[in-house]
């Protein structure tokens, strides 16, 4: 049995995903390897599947028992032997465990790393008697002292390449930085690893950002739209997740709290409540969700600010892990992040809390800036990105703007007149000329006092966060969060430069091109789901995805030769649940006179497939900047024209080369093109840093660019 008729016949799967084929392949031919792969990407695919393949046991290091048991239900599920061993079982089922993995009859065990190199050394011992083919270490980045999740107890991973020599290494994790990247490989000991870096972008996911007022009513406003849904709502402290919990419920939703001071027993009920689809909603600490795999998360919301990018893009990540499209939504707070501040500082380590304070003032950036939020998260990790995704808050927006250069330069001149002491509110309190004791008296006699009273409050905040945004105000660095002028400043002060301010943002639904399917075809499959998961003592999702039953609903398979055909049907669940699963459809389809929609399925991928070769609309911004390229202007000066930066113009050039509209040779030289070529061949055009590196000086990221964007348009008229 090959790889591909593995994924079919165990997982329900036509074709790979990502990196998927290449990464299985250098286990198989006993290879370590490190993967960077977006959660819901299908990083567990990486070793499951070679665990399939491969005679002997798979060692799993996990960091969770309720992750080891999610996927070791899953697993079984379909056909693969697999167990975990933890605190949790009994003397006699950790002794039949030994007994299967004595006769050979476990394909994967999942265990924790304490567990693993703990004080009682007879676990490893026993390990060792047995044909270990492939050890995976999930969360990968926990080894780490520099990423957002440091387990100390990984670090005695250090030593699985002296216990296991010979054995290939596959360690994964969804979210690292380059820096956390290098720790893993060096604290593992790898062995002239392969690495794979699969784009971070998850498409499926909008980001939005709202600043916080009145955090309660702004929940229940998200919420009403998606009260059948799962979510998670991420607070900062304990208290918060007990009380928001409780105020949820009064409201009429299945909610519960999660986080590290709960006692096990209490945690271990609401995640189990939560993965069956008793609530709908968990509220928690970053205590929570780390490797759980239930794949019907619709939204995740940040109701407080999270302490780094990392962190934050994880969380995200556990909504729309089946691909749907899903919601991730922050509540942002200036006042978040001071307090943050102190939390971030790490004791007698200098060089930690430089590293943890920067990581934080980023995610500040990102709950501030005025542009695609997709982008900037994808470049924070070394991703180039075009500046428009088309499906987060900002580039969903049709802003109204007005002359704000008159309220730009009061809030200015205050912060001047205040010598940029003084935070946001204490700015405001002045321009509005408040009667607040907290005021100093000495303020009260300024010019700029109460300058701004016309202007309401909650516009003075949105105006001020605008400026912080656009760069024509900073906050101080020193843990005050002073208001502070920048380079920009004075030209606005002397009325050399006009700021244009927002007046209104209107978001547009995102078109999510979804299927049309028969809802309530679906209901009826997510009735029947449930029945099975709550008799066969599962959580739903692991009976069958809601993609797999939405793909149902579309195409109306009315055998089981078409019903082989939807994503997500292997060989085990078919003879499991096929008839039962297609009893439904026909019976439904027979009271409707609905037929089967199966050929549409071809006909779909087939669209999808030359949709991919078309080039997109581009908007009215882009044509602007053709024009005036066209026009005989440089890059810079359109940049100064559109009062835009150089790196969005440059985007915008690169994506007319892609849709062919523009001669790569206009940006970029003939005899410098195969060195570009070559180096792109051999680094890959996700990241443009190590281009740029071997490149060196004599090469700019606008020309990579271009050339990245050419190559692209080649593949797009070779397959097309």
Not at 51 to 80: C, E, F, W, Y
Not at 490 to 508: N, R
Request: aromatic share 8%; glycine share 6%.
């Amino acid at each position: 049995m090959n790889s591909l008729q593995a994924l079919q016949k165990y997982f329900g799967y036509s074709q790979f995903r990502h990196s998927q084929e290449d990464i299985i392949n250098c286990v198989l031919n006993k290879q370590d390897v490190m993967v960077l792969m977006p959660t819901g990407g299908g990083k567990s695919l990486c070793y499951q599947l070679p665990a399939v393949l491969l005679n002997g046991l798979t060692i799993v290091i996990s960091p969770l028992i309720a992750l080891m048991k999610d996927q070791v239900d899953s697993l079984n599920l379909s056909g693969i032997p697999a167990a975990f061993l933890n605190s949790s079982q009994s003397t006699d089922e950790q002794r039949d465990i030994a007994i299967k993995l004595s006769n050979n009859q476990l394909r994967l065990l999942y265990v924790a790393p304490e567990r693993l190199f703990g004080k009682d050394e007879r676990l490893m011992a026993f390990l060792k008697t047995l044909k270990v083919v492939q050890i995976a270490i999930d969360e990968a980045h926990c080894i780490s002292q520099w990423g957002h999740d440091f387990r100390p107890e990984y670090l005695m991973l250090a030593g699985l390449k002296r216990e296991f020599p010979g054995v290939p290494v596959i360690a994964l994790t969804a979210t690292a930085d380059k820096l956390t990247q290098k720790d893993i490989l060096e604290k593992l000991n790898l062995t002239r690893p392969e690495v794979f870096v699969s784009s971070f972008n998850r498409a499926n996911i909008t980001y939005r950002v709202q600043p916080k007022q009145n955090s309660f009513k702004q929940l229940l406003r998200f919420l009403s739209e998606r009260k059948e849904d799962s979510g998670i709502i991420y607070c900062l402290s304990r208290k918060s997740t007990e009380s928001l919990a409780r105020d949820l419920r009064d409201e009429g939703y299945a909610a519960a709290a999660y986080h590290a001071g709960l006692n096990n027993d209490v945690k271990a009920k609401n995640q189990e409540a939560f993965l069956r689809d008793e609530i709908k909603i968990v509220v928690a600490t970053i205590a929570f969700g780390m490797g759980i795999n239930k794949s019907n998360v619709r939204y995740v919301v940040h109701a407080d600010l999270p302490k780094n990018i990392e962190g934050y893009y994880q969380e995200t990540g556990r909504a729309g892990r089946d691909g749907l499209p899903s919601d991730a939504l922050l509540l942002f707070s200036q006042g978040d992040a001071m307090k943050l501040r102190e939390f971030a500082k790490v004791e007698n380590n200098a060089q930690q809390s430089a590293i943890m304070l920067k990581k934080l003032d980023d995610m500040v950036e990102y709950g501030q800036m005025h542009r695609c939020r997709r982008e900037y998260l994808m470049n924070y990790f070394d991703e180039h990105f075009p500046d428009n995704c088309g499906s987060c808050d900002f580039c969903l927006s049709e802003f109204e703007k007005f002359d704000g250069t008159l309220i730009a330069q009061k809030a200015l001149s205050a912060v001047v007149r205040l010598k940029e002491r003084f935070g946001i509110n204490y700015v405001i309190d002045l321009l509005m000329g408040s009667k607040s004791i907290k005021l100093w008296a000495e303020h009260k006699l300024l010019k700029t006092y109460g300058i701004g009273a016309d202007v309401p409050r909650a516009d003075w905040q949105r105006y001020i966060r605008e400026l912080i945004a656009r760069g024509y105000l900073r906050l101080s660095d020193d843990g005050y969060s002073a208001l502070q002028l920048t380079d920009k400043s004075e030209a606005v002060l002397k009325g050399m430069e006009k700021v244009e301010l927002i007046t209104s943002q209107h978001i547009e639904e995102k078109d999510n091109d979804e299927l049309t399917f028969d809802n309530e075809l679906l209901t009826l499959l997510r009735k029947h789901r449930q029945e099975i998961a709550v008799g066969e003592n599962l959580p739903a999702y692991i009976v069958l995805s809601d993609a797999t039953l939405l793909e149902i609903a579309t195409y109306l398979p009315q055998k089981m030769d078409e019903l082989r055909l939807i994503s997500g049907f292997g060989d085990i669940k078919l003879a499991r649940y096929g008839r039962d699963f297609l009893s439904v459809v026909n019976t439904y389809s027979t009271a409707k006179g609905l037929s089967s929609k199966m050929d549409q399925k071809t006909k779909s991928r087939t669209r999808k497939a030359n949709a991919k070769s078309k080039p997109k609309r581009t908007s009215d911004t882009y044509n602007d900047t053709l024009m005036l390229f066209k026009a005989g202007n440089s890059i810079a000066q359109i940049a100064a024209a559109r009062k835009l930066s150089p790196t969005t113009i440059e985007g915008h050039l690169s994506n007319f080369v892609q849709t062919g509209e523009l001669d790569v040779k206009q940006l970029v030289s003939l005899d410098k093109m195969p060195a570009i070529q070559r180096a792109i061949e051999k680094h890959g055009s996700i990241k443009l840093a190590p281009i740029k590196e071997a490149l060196g000086d004599g090469y700019t990221y606008s020309e990579i660019k271009a050339v990245i964007a050419w190559i692209t348009y080649q593949q797009q008229i070779s397959k097309s």
